[in-house]
């Protein structure tokens, strides 16, 4: 009976022994061409995807570390600055403080000296007032006195008088 029978149930050696021989060559050639191939496939397949995991976290920690150096140098470049920023406001206060100082010296100085040059002023108006004064009253008690005093009491009184505005300046 080696040819199909018309029960499904029914043992048939010829396609028992067909299907026995047809998965034993399919076997070997399968274990011997296919997967072969097929594993070393995906070993590399799996070779690759570990190394790119790696070149991934290497990545990630190079730039963990940038960021961290980053940082670090951003810290150190916000404390320059604010270091820079207290210097250049205490030149600054010290530059007004100097400059209102030295302001304040010239100006007591120029008012020193106004106050020289209006003393200074004063006292010549003084002097020339006195000097007008006096020559006006000398020549009108001069016109006055000639006509009543003789002229060596007038030249006495000009002595006099010339000899009292000499004290009377010192």
Do not use: C
């Amino acid at each position: 009976m080696l040819l199909a029978s018309a029960d499904p149930l029914a043992f048939n050696l010829l396609p028992f022994l067909t299907t026995i021989v047809v998965f034993g060559i399919t076997y070997f050639v399968l274990r011997y061409n296919v997967w072969p191939k097929l594993s070393k496939g995906l070993d590399e397949r799996n070779a690759k995807i570990l190394h790119e995991i790696e070149s991934a976290e290497a990545a990630r920690a190079a730039a963990a570390a940038k960021q961290k150096e980053f940082e670090a140098k951003l810290s150190e470049a916000l404390e320059q600055s604010a270091v820079m920023i207290r210097e250049a406001r205490a030149e600054a206060v010290r530059l007004g403080d100097e400059i209102r100082a030295k302001s304040e010296a010239e100006l007591s100085e120029r008012a020193k000296r106004a106050r020289e040059e209006i003393e200074g002023a004063r006292r010549q108006a003084v002097a020339e007032l006195e000097a007008h004064a006096a020559a006006l009253a000398v020549s009108i008690a001069g016109r006055i006195l000639q006509r009543e005093l003789k002229p060596a009491d007038h030249q006495r009184i000009v002595e006099e008088s010339l000899a009292g505005m000499g004290t009377n300046r010192a």
